[in-house]
């Protein structure tokens, strides 16, 4: 039996990209199979543990929850755009300060939810910090040093 494939047309970190995709495929295969960014991990593949985490058009979203052709004519961002000209993110910067990263499984999620949320509110609380990364899971931090990176790019920008 042949799969009917469907041209999409997005945007990811700035390059339009058009690619013909089987419509089973989620944004997540799309990104890491189809355009080679690695980034985005695969945690549970069901939207719990926020491990692909990206935003699209302003919103953060589970990658491993939307298909690809869901994302026709959107804009992604993943965490290979978040730094720009070889220059880290205030975000990049504070986790590896703080050492928020330590096996680094979860940090390419926690950095978009962090970003997603320093884009709709430039100085977050403590609270704030830890109510938007509630959805990515760390098992090696406590979380507590990924606030502090959170508040200290924060406080940078």
């Known amino acids: 039996m042949k799969v009917t494939k469907k041209r999409i047309s997005i945007t990811v970190n700035g390059e339009s990209y058009e ?17 080679n960014l690695t980034g985005t991990k695969e945690g549970c593949g069901e939207g719990e543990c926020g491990a692909c985490a990206v935003i699209v058009n302003g919103r953060l979203v589970d990658s491993c929850l939307i298909l690809a052709v869901e994302a026709d004519g959107q804009k992604i961002q993943t965490v290979e ?18 050492g928020a990263a330590q096996c680094g499984f979860c940090t390419p999620g926690m950095i978009m ?9 430039p100085k977050p609380t403590a609270e704030e910090a830890l109510k938007a990364i509630a959805g ?5 931090t406590g979380y ?3 606030v502090d990176a959170i508040l200290s790019a924060a406080k940078e920008r």
């Open 144 to 146: 507590g040093s990924i």
């Open 136 to 140: 990515n899971l760390c098992r090696c």
């Open 113 to 121: 939810a962090a970003k997603n949320l320093l884009d709709h509110n």
């Open 81 to 98: 755009g978040v730094s720009r000209n070889g220059r880290l993110h205030p975000l990049q910067k504070a986790f590896a300060e703080k």
């Open 19 to 35: 690619r013909e995709v089987v419509p089973a495929t989620s944004l997540l295969d799309f990104l890491r199979t189809d355009l």
